[in-house]
C-alpha cells in the first residue's frame, strides 16, 4: 500500500490549501488533538500530561508545544517510573524536557514499593503497581485533568473510551456511565477530587503516529528503530536481556536485529525483528503487519480478554 | 493526499453491519491477526458456528456477556486516498442517545436494510437521525442481494420506497447501493452479479464522495478558545487569540468584529507553530492576531461585520434528551455549552415530542425522556452567538449538563431565536 504524506513542505501544504480548502488527514488529527489540549488549559487548574517517553506522549508533547506557542506549554508534565526502564528512554526524556522548559514530576513506582504502598508482583512486572503510583501522585499534586496518549485502535476497552474520560474520586473509570461526547464539546465538569483523563490521541491509529513522526520529523527514542540487541524468547515475544531482565534456565540468549514498536516495563515488552531504521521505512512496515501493537509486544494484554478494561477501571492510563 | 473521512453506522445484529464493517476492515487490512485470532477463540467459547466479527467491536465485557452492542465504537482504517473513522452504533430505538452521539461529526451516514424486508422502521429511524443531524451525505445499502437473487426490480424497489420516505427529510446527497456484506459483493470491488448497477462499490464511493463542500467556507467564525500570552522576552507584547476555525475562510487584512463587544479590529495573522498561514478554515486550530488591541476573551466570537452569528438569549432547538436518572421538565436549569462559552439556560418550554420513527409531532407532552428528541425554548443568562445548525453544524450545536451531577443529559440543534 501507498502512503503519501500531506506535508512535504511550507509552499507545497500552502499552495494545496488554498486551492482546495482540504487538510491531509494528519492535519485534520493535528488541529483536533490541538484544539483538545487548548479546550483543557482553558477549564480546568492543574492540569499534567503524562509522559511515559514512548512515541505516543512523545507525539502529544509535540502537539502541545504547537497548541500553545509561542508561550511555553502550560502544564507540566509526569513520568510513572516504573524504574524497568530503557536507558535511551530516560536520557530522552530529561533532554525533551529540557529542550522544552517544562517541569517535570516523576512518580516513582520504586519509591511506593520501598514506603510499602504497594507489593511487588511475582512475575516481577511493574505495569499494575503503576495504578496506585499514578493516583497517588494526581493526587498528591491535586492535579485535575491528566492528558494521556492512549489510542483507540490500541484495544478494544479503549475502543469506547471517551476522549474526556471522567474518573471518580477513586480515580475509577466506569465503562457503563460515561458521558455522551458530541461534535467538539467537551464536558469538563467535575467535583473536587473527581478528575478528568483526556486523550487527544484518540483518533489517531499506530500509521497515523508513524507517519507523522516521518512527515514532522519528530525525534524518538532509537530503540524505536533497528538495532543489534541481545535477546531470549519468552511467550513468543522477543525479550531484552537488561538489567532487569535476565533469561531464565531454558532460555537462550542469542543477538538479534530488533526495533520495539511500544515501550513500556522492559521486563514485559517484547521487540520485533525489524531492519527499519528510518520513520519511512517504518510506516511501510506499519502498513503492512498484520499484528496489533499490543498483541506482539505487551505481555500485560495477553493476560485476558478483558486485561486492560479492568486495570482501566482501577484507574490505569 | 489523503484526507479524513468519519462515517456512521447504526445497526442491529441480523442486518448485516457487523460483517458489513469486518469486511471492509479485514478487506483494508485493519484487522489484525491476533484480533482475529481472538474474536474466533471467543465467538467459538460462546457456542457461535461462525466468527462473529461484533465481537472485534464489542469490547466492553458486559457487551460480551450480554452479546449486545451498548456504546459508540470507532474503528479506523486507510486507503490510500483516504483515512476512514468509523462510528459503529446499535441501532434499536433504545440507544437513540449513541446513534445520535456518532452522527454528530459524521460526514457520512450508512443505513444497510435487508433486501427481503425492505424498508423498516429502524431504517426509517436511521435516516431521520441523520438528516437531524445533517450529515450530508446518507448511502443506502440494501445488503443480502444475492438472498434475492440480485434482482433489479427488488433493488429499486426498495430505492424507490425509500426516495419518496426522503423527500420528507432534509437529505442533500443520497446514494444506494445494491451489496452482499457476507460474500463481499459491491463492497471492495465491483460485482458480477449485479451488470444492471452502474454505481460505484461502497469503498470506491466512501473514497469519492466530495465532502470538502460540506463545511461552511461563507459565514467567518472564530470562538476564542484560549488567550495566548508568552510574557517571555522574545515575545513581550505578544498576544494571541488561539482557536478552531468553525466557517468561513479567514485572511490577514481581513476587516473583523469581535462580540459581545462589538469592537473591530483587522486580522493581522494568522500563526501556527509551522509558522504564519495566508488563510485558515474549518477545521484549522490556529492563533489569530488582530491589529488593535481589544479586549478579548474565552468565549467571544470574532466574526465579519457584515456577517455576524445571532446574539441572543431566547433561543429555540432541538433536543435529543440523554439522562437516565432525570427528565427534561420546563423550569429545568442547566449548564450549557456552547462553542467555548459556557452559560446556564433554562427551559421555558417543551413545544412538541417527536416520534423518531413516524416524524409525528406529539404536541400534548410537558417533558423528555430518556432517548427522547422535542423542540423547547430556552433562555440563557448569557448571549451566545450562534446560526442555526442546519447553516452550521459547530456553532449551531450546543450541550446541556446537569448541575448537580455534571453529567451530559442532552444535545442540542438551533433552529433560531425564539420568536
Known amino acids: 500500500m501507498a502512503y503519501r504524506f500531506g506535508h512535504t513542505g511550507r509552499s507545497e501544504t500552502t499552495r494545496l490549501m488554498a486551492t482546495t480548502y482540504e487538510l491531509t488527514h494528519l492535519r485534520a488529527l493535528e488541529a483536533e488533538a490541538i484544539h483538545i489540549m487548548r479546550e483543557v488549559a482553558a477549564e480546568f487548574e492543574r492540569p499534567v500530561l503524562l509522559f511515559s517517553g514512548g512515541k505516543d506522549s512523545i507525539v502529544m508533547l509535540r502537539l502541545a508545544e504547537k497548541a500553545f506557542w509561542p508561550a511555553k506549554i502550560p502544564f507540566p508534565v509526569m513520568h510513572v517510573d516504573t524504574g524497568h526502564n530503557f536507558d535511551e528512554v530516560i536520557e530522552f526524556r530529561d533532554r525533551r524536557v529540557a529542550e522544552l522548559g517544562v517541569k517535570l514530576v516523576v512518580a516513582s513506582v520504586q519509591a511506593a514499593i520501598d514506603q510499602g504502598r504497594v507489593a511487588e508482583e511475582k512475575s516481577g512486572s511493574r505495569n499494575r503497581l503503576q495504578i496506585t503510583t499514578l493516583l497517588d501522585a494526581i493526587e498528591e499534586n491535586r492535579f485535575d485533568a491528566a492528558f494521556g496518549g492512549a489510542r483507540r485502535d490500541e484495544e478494544k476497552a479503549r475502543a469506547k473510551e471517551r476522549v474526556f474520560s471522567f474518573r471518580d474520586e477513586f480515580g475509577q473509570w466506569d465503562p457503563k456511565s460515561q458521558r455522551p461526547e458530541l461534535w467538539s464539546l467537551y464536558n469538563g465538569r467535575i467535583h473536587p477530587g473527581e478528575h478528568m483523563r483526556v486523550f487527544p490521541l484518540s483518533n489517531w491509529t499506530e500509521l497515523d503516529i508513524w507517519q507523522y513522526i516521518a512527515a514532522e520529523g519528530v525525534e524518538i527514542p532509537a530503540i524505536y528503530y533497528a538495532h543489534e540487541r541481545e535477546v531470549f524468547r519468552r511467550d513468543g515475544m522477543l525479550l531484552a536481556v537488561t538489567r532487569h531482565l535476565a533469561p531464565g534456565k531454558d532460555e537462550e540468549a542469542f543477538k538479534a536485529t530488533v526495533r520495539y514498536r511500544t515501550v513500556g516495563d522492559a521486563t514485559i515488552t517484547g521487540a520485533v525483528e525489524s531492519t527499519a531504521s528510518t520513520p519511512e521505512e517504518v510506516v511501510v512496515e506499519v502498513a503492512a503487519t498484520r499484528l496489533t501493537e499490543r498483541g506482539a509486544t505487551r505481555a500485560d494484554d495477553r493476560v485476558t480478554e478483558a486485561a486492560m478494561e479492568d486495570r482501566k477501571k482501577e484507574g490505569y492510563f | ?419
Request: aromatic share 8%; hydrophobic share 40%.
Open chain 2, 1 to 419: 493526499m489523503s484526507e479524513l473521512l468519519r462515517f456512521a453506522t447504526a445497526g442491529s445484529v441480523d442486518d448485516g453491519k457487523s460483517t458489513l464493517i469486518g469486511r471492509l476492515l479485514y478487506d483494508s487490512k485493519a484487522i489484525f491477526e491476533d484480533q482475529l485470532e481472538a474474536v474466533e477463540r471467543s465467538s467459538e467459547a460462546m457456542g457461535a458456528d461462525y466468527t462473529n466479527l461484533a465481537l472485534l467491536t464489542d469490547g466492553l465485557r458486559a457487551e460480551r456477556e450480554q452479546g449486545i452492542t451498548i456504546d459508540v465504537a470507532y474503528r479506523y482504517f486507510a486507503t490510500p486516498s483516504r483515512k476512514f473513522i468509523i462510528a459503529d452504533t446499535p441501532g434499536h430505538i433504545q440507544y437513540t442517545r449513541n446513534m445520535v452521539t456518532g452522527a454528530s461529526t459524521a460526514d457520512v451516514a450508512l443505513v444497510l436494510v435487508d433486501a427481503r424486508k425492505g424498508l423498516v422502521e429502524q431504517s426509517r429511524r436511521h435516516a431521520f437521525l441523520a438528516s437531524l443531524l445533517r450529515i450530508p451525505h446518507l448511502v443506502l445499502c440494501v445488503n443480502k442481494m444475492d438472498l434475492v437473487d440480485w434482482s433489479q426490480e427488488r433493488f429499486e424497489e426498495i430505492r424507490d420506497e425509500f426516495r419518496s420516505f426522503a423527500t420528507k427529510l432534509d437529505i442533500a446527497d443520497l446514494t444506494f447501493i445494491p451489496i452482499s456484506a457476507l460474500n463481499g459483493d459491491n463492497v471492495v470491488t465491483r460485482s458480477p452479479n449485479s451488470p444492471w448497477y452502474e454505481g460505484a462499490s461502497l469503498l470506491h464511493h466512501l473514497e469519492e464522495v466530495h465532502i470538502a463542500s460540506d463545511r461552511n467556507l461563507i459565514d467567518v467564525r472564530f470562538p476564542v478558545q484560549y488567550v495566548i500570552r508568552p510574557h517571555s522576552d522574545d515575545f513581550h507584547d505578544y498576544r494571541g487569540y488561539a482557536g478552531t476555525v468553525a466557517g468561513g475562510v479567514i485572511k490577514p487584512g481581513d476587516e473583523v468584529m469581535v462580540l459581545p463587544s462589538g469592537f473591530t479590529s483587522r486580522v493581522a495573522s494568522i500563526e501556527t507553530f509551522d509558522g504564519p498561514v495566508p488563510e485558515a478554515y474549518a477545521p484549522m486550530a490556529v492563533t489569530v492576531r488582530l491589529e488593535d488591541e481589544i479586549d478579548i476573551s474565552r468565549g467571544d466570537m470574532i466574526c465579519r461585520p457584515h456577517n455576524r452569528p445571532t446574539s441572543g438569549q431566547d433561543i429555540d432547538a432541538m433536543i435529543c434528551w440523554m439522562s437516565e436518572s432525570l427528565d427534561l421538565n420546563p423550569r429545568d436549569k442547566f449548564t450549557i455549552k456552547h462553542t467555548t462559552r459556557t452559560a446556564r439556560a433554562l427551559v421555558k418550554n417543551v413545544q412538541y415530542r417527536l416520534d423518531v420513527n413516524t416524524l409525528h409531532r406529539d404536541e400534548g407532552v410537558e417533558s423528555l425522556a430518556l432517548n427522547e428528541i422535542g423542540r423547547i425554548q430556552m433562555r440563557t443568562t448569557q448571549p451566545i452567538f450562534f446560526d442555526e445548525y442546519r447553516r452550521n453544524r459547530t456553532t449551531g450545536s450546543f450541550i446541556l449538563v446537569a448541575e448537580s451531577t455534571n453529567t451530559t443529559v442532552g444535545a442540542g440543534m438551533i433552529l433560531g431565536p425564539s420568536a
